[in-house]
């Protein structure tokens, strides 16, 4: 069979308007930060974007000094309808400059624009809008009457959703009046910095937000502060084991949003179209560098290969390329180090046993790439079950009754999230009612909305965030 070829449809770069290089931004401004700077490239093509400031210590400490400043002259002082008039306001501003703020995620990111254009910018002017309507309504977030601010946040963010886990972690903190200083991470401070241009534009005083750029150093020393009253942190278990041992005894509220190993359970009588739409869309979206990726494939054992075939023929037809592409399906790996990761655990996955089996797709010269990858006959004890991959590699696993599907979902460190594919309701609020997830999906996968919780158990993490309950890690209750 031969399939029509689609024509390259990229999107163009000449809607950003980008610096040769990007400053701190403290109180408002744009300063020199006092590190060495570093070069933010395209994974997609390894060419160099634009050089990014690292904050040192002191740096760090001015940009805490701010935030304070800011938080007890003039944020703590607004009322909620004020400071959900500016979050309004920055939420129009993500709106109006979306395809822009869009080509730069998948630019300096390497996720296919229709990701960034469709899911993650939408969900950031989303959340901000969100949790605008919060700003004025926290006697009813369940925390009593007047429940009050922390004050100052330590935010740091992963590389996977840039712009998206900025707003997850700015708009609550915002609108429950805190303060805030921000540290992306180091592939992906683009968005970021972008940002800050549309702090600047929304007028919000000086010191509300700050964001501090430069590798874990930075981060560490943000955590680390005195004079910061909260931390919020999302990435890898290691680092938030790291951050939780630093701030204990310290007084600091904590969240961590960390790592995860979801099981995608596809029982013998689900929607099998749409199953396994959802399994390609669970852990082949973004690449699989999502910290809730179905990446454990769970399926009823009489449907094992019907499914596994249909699988791999719909993976034939991704399209592996330019993320800047509007028919991408699959981007770029951010990283050099994520590929050497992803390629490790691949080739240890092989040598424990499982099978092997990767899309026929054209891998382009340059720049860090991965197929998309599926491992069958993956045993319960092999690493790939175990370890998070953070890459587009599905392990799948096979069970025969719903108890063996959750002992197996279940026997895992983690505990983010995961999937049940059955059409029959009853077994899907049973078995999820058995999973240790924080996040379960029925019948659908990786769906995102600013009104519902999401976090993890075990070592996925504490706390929770978006909802009111992400408020909650915001606030101290009230009478
Ligand atoms: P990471 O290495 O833990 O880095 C996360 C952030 O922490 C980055 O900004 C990083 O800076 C910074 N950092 C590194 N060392 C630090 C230290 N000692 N103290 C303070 N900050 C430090 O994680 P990643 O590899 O970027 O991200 C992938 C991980 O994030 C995965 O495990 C994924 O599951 C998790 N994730 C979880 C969620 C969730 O909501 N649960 C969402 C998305 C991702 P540099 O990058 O500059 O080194
Ligand atoms: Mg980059």
Request: net charge negative; glycine share 10%.
């Amino acid at each position: 069979m031969t399939f029509l070829d689609y024509a390259p449809a990229p999107e163009s770069t000449s809607i950003l308007h980008l610096r040769t290089s990007y400053g701190l931004f403290i109180d408002g401004a744009w300063v020199k930060g006092h590190g060495m700077p570093f070069a933010s490239i395209s994974p997609a093509t390894e060419r160099h974007i634009a050089e990014i400031a690292t904050a040192t210590a002191d740096d760090v400490d001015a940009a805490v000094a701010a935030a304070r400043r800011a938080y007890d002259r003039t944020w703590s002082k607004l009322s909620g309808a004020d400071r959900g008039k500016y979050l309004f306001r920055i939420a129009r501003l993500v709106q109006e400059r979306a395809r822009e703020l869009a080509v730069a995620e998948s630019l300096d990111n390497g996720k296919p624009i229709k990701e960034s254009r469709d899911v993650d910018v939408p969900l950031v002017a989303a959340w901000f809008f969100y949790y605008a309507g919060w700003a004025d309504k926290l006697d009813h977030a369940g925390l009593g009457a007047d429940p009050r601010a922390l004050g100052v946040a330590a935010q740091v963010i992963p590389w996977n959703f840039p712009l998206l886990m900025l707003a997850w972690k700015i708009a609550p903190a915002l609108a429950a009046g805190n303060t805030v200083v921000l540290k992306p991470a180091e592939t992906t401070s683009l968005t970021a910095l972008l940002f800050a241009e549309i702090v600047q534009q929304a007028e919000l005083p000086a010191g509300v937000v700050n964001i501090v750029t430069g590798a874990g150093e930075t981060g560490a020393a943000l955590v680390r502060h005195p004079d910061v009253d909260k931390v919020a942190f999302t990435g890898s278990t290691a680092v938030g084991r790291e951050i939780a041992k630093a701030v204990a005894g310290t007084g600091k509220k904590v969240t961590l949003e960390l790592g995860g190993k979801a099981a995608n359970i596809v029982f013998d009588d689900a929607p099998i179209d749409q199953a396994i739409e959802g399994i390609v869309n669970g852990i082949f979206f973004n690449q699989g560098h999502v910290c809730c990726a179905g990446s454990r494939l769970l399926v009823q054992e009489n449907i094992h290969d019907e499914v596994v075939d249909r699988l791999k023929s719909r993976l034939a037809t991704l399209r592996l390329g330019d993320p800047l592409d509007k028919n991408t399906d699959i981007g770029a790996i951010n990283s050099k180090e994520q590929l050497d990761r992803i390629r490790e655990l691949s080739d240890i996955g092989e040598a424990e046993g499982a099978e092997r089996w990767t899309a026929p797709c054209a891998i382009p010269e340059n720049g860090f790439w991965f197929a998309p990858t599926i491992f069958d006959n993956v045993s319960t004890s092999s690493r790939i079950a175990r370890e998070e991959i953070f890459g587009p590699v599905l392990s799948v696993l096979t069970f025969r009754t719903p108890a063996e599907a959750v002992a197996k979902a279940n026997n895992t460190p983690y505990g983010l999230s995961a999937g049940i594919w059955s059409d029959k309701g009853s077994k899907i609020l049973a078995v999820a009612d058995k999973l240790r997830a924080g996040v379960i999906w029925a019948n659908t996968f990786n769906r995102f909305d600013p009104a519902s919780p999401f976090g993890g158990y075990k070592e996925s993490g504490y706390g929770r965030e978006g909802g009111r309950q992400g408020l909650a890690a915001y606030l101290k209750a009230g009478k």
